[in-house]
């Protein structure tokens, strides 16, 4: 290959170019305008990069800026601040596995339910009192007030646990008699004024 001259100084391979006032000696090329790089390459943040360029980083193709973090390929950005697996969800700055949710800013079982600010009843339980955070267990037990009573009892006047009444054969199995309420509830509702299903809002 024969060689030529540029900006009146370089003796360089033909097929060199001019690049800032340097000088890009075949193979090389200038990339951009900016600097000196291999074929194929372009500039990046003032590198030369054979990658994916994002905000002036060199980066595997199929990366994504997620704040100040980098997620490599295959993982997404949540809430702008973490790295996650598709099938991971974001909770509390952190990711939750496949097949749990974010509760109360926990990661927890679906079928999982908050009950009060800071507890989750677990999903074979239910929520008897928000204000103090009691779960009960849906298959055995009904709540009273403060109190988990067994479902063989009922609750009765003042929130107390009391073998069943009369009341109570009234009720359909399944059920269990609410005195404060004076129905029937079913198994796994909160007994106070009413009957709460435990999935209502």
């Known amino acids: 290959m024969s060689n030529t001259c540029l900006l009146g ?5 033909q097929g060199s170019s001019i690049c800032q006032g340097w000088v890009c000696a075949h193979p090389m090329q200038c990339a951009d305008d900016k600097l ?10 003032g590198t030369c990069c054979n990658q994916a360029c994002l905000q002036d980083r060199c980066l595997p193709f199929g990366s994504t ?5 980098v997620c490599s390929p295959g993982r997404v950005c949540l809430d702008n601040q973490i790295c996650c697996s598709p ?3 974001f909770c509390n700055g952190g990711c939750c596995a496949s097949g749990m949710t974010c509760i109360n800013r926990m990661c927890v079982p679906f079928g999982s339910e908050e009950c009060g600010p800071s507890v989750v009843c677990n999903p074979s339980q239910f929520c008897g009192n928000s204000n103090t955070g009691l779960c009960c267990h849906r298959s055995d037990q009904i709540a009273c007030g403060r109190d988990c009573c067994p479902s063989s009892q009922v609750c009765g006047d003042h929130d107390r ?3 069943a009444s009369s009341e109570d054969s009234r009720c359909s199995p399944g059920q269990h008699w609410c005195a404060p309420a004076h129905v029937c509830c079913p198994y796994g509702w909160s007994c106070g004024f009413t009957c709460t299903s435990p999935w209502a809002g």
């Not at 000196?36 to 943040?45: A, L, P, R, W």
């Not at 800026?65 to 973090?69: E, L, R, S, T, V």
Request: hydrophobic letters at 15%.
């Open 9 to 13: 100084r370089y003796c360089v391979p």
């Open 36 to 45: 000196c790089c291999n074929m194929g390459e372009h500039s990046c943040g």
């Open 65 to 69: 800026i997620c704040g100040a973090n």
């Open 87 to 89: 099938s991971e969800t």
């Open 161 to 163: 646990c009391e073998d």
